[in-house]
């Protein structure tokens, strides 16, 4: 019986040490990856006046990623957001929100971020930090990622990585602070993507 259990826990074991393998990015090539926009979410939430946090997201950006598989380091990452697709649910908020007392779509009309270092910091997590541009300003932010998975897609049978990310920033640093403190000046970011070989 106690061998039994043993090779049962030893057999969970390497099935765990599989699955966790297989979102290692050195299971797909390197190369051109583009997003796969029908499983893609960008979102930041906010304190509301100490009530809620409020959801809002983006439906339309993209991310292209260049992979060098054999030096992560030396692969190149950007994002491009259209402002005016933020997504409250709620349209008289997305109004307000595209005014001149936020992202002010009418004289902004891109939200880009390029990756200025990416670095492994485990077999699958990686840490990378860029510039972001909001509303013509430019400041550096690092999100924390992790390589859910990355390996052939089982339908498309074309190498796909999925990437889960998130990162922190004050919206007062891209003149995006109005009503602070009142309405939080932290806002967390967090990025679901699918990314296809070109």
Do not use: C
Request: no cysteine; proline share 4%.
């Amino acid at each position: 019986m106690k061998a039994t259990l043993q090779r049962l826990i030893a057999a969970a074991a390497a099935l765990t040490l599989s699955a966790f393998a297989s979102a290692g990015i050195g299971d797909v090539p390197a190369g051109e990856y583009k997003l796969e926009k029908t499983h893609a979410y960008l979102t930041f939430s906010y304190l509301h006046l100490g009530f809620s946090r409020p959801v809002v997201g983006f439906s339309d950006f993209d991310v292209s990623l260049n992979l060098d598989q054999s030096d992560v380091s030396a692969s190149a990452l950007s994002v491009a957001v259209n402002p005016a697709s933020v997504d409250t649910g709620v349209p008289k908020f997305d109004d307000h929100l595209k005014s001149d007392d936020f992202f002010d779509v009418a004289n902004h009309t891109d939200i880009s971020f390029k990756a200025t270092s990416i670095e492994m910091t485990g077999e699958s997590t990686l840490q990378i930090t860029g510039d972001l541009t909001m509303k013509g300003i430019t400041k550096p932010i690092t999100l924390d990622a992790t390589i859910n998975k990355a390996a052939n897609h089982p339908m498309r049978k074309t190498p796909t990585i999925g990437i889960s990310a998130s990162g922190q920033l004050k919206r007062s640093d891209w003149d995006l602070g109005r009503y602070a403190p009142n309405v939080g000046d932290d806002v967390s970011l967090n990025i679901q993507v699918e990314l296809v070989k070109s």
